[in-house]
């Protein structure tokens, strides 16, 4: 029932910065954490970056210093700013907000539909 609305991807050259924005069709209760995760056809899905309900952000280790990750969790919005892109970060980038995670109320992921980024050399 819930879709994660992304927008933001696009083609572009190497060096240049896209944001990626991401925002829940309807109101999400109980985040524990929002983020960004990237999968080439093939591949598994990997983690780019996280940030808690609390703040605490984490990051892929190929991205530290290039993107940067926001959200607010009573919009239900997550952001990642993505600057100096290289062609390695080419891939279909996908939302994520979990919810929940507690004994009370159990862990749930939800995932967007998935945005293309193309960085071209």
């Known amino acids: 029932q819930v879709q994660l609305v992304e927008s933001g991807g696009g083609l572009v050259q190497a060096g240049e910065s896209l944001r990626l924005s991401c925002a829940a069709s309807?109101?999400?209760?109980?985040?524990?954490?929002m983020g960004w995760y990237r999968q080439a056809p093939g591949k598994q899905r990997e983690l780019v970056a996280t940030?808690?309900?609390?703040?605490?952000?984490n990051y892929a280790e190929y991205v530290k210093g290039r993107f940067t990750i926001s959200g607010d969790n009573a919009k239900n919005t997550v952001n990642l700013q993505m600057n100096n892109l290289t062609a390695e970060d080419t891939d279909v980038y996908y939302c994520?907000?979990?919810?929940?995670?507690?004994?009370?109320?159990?862990?749930?992921?939800?995932w967007g539909q998935g945005t293309q980024v193309t960085v071209s050399s």
């Open positions: 994520n907000i979990k919810t929940g995670g507690t004994w009370s109320d159990p862990a749930w992921n939800y």
């Open positions: 309807r109101r999400l209760l109980n985040i524990s954490s």
């Open positions: 940030i808690s309900r609390v703040g605490n952000t």
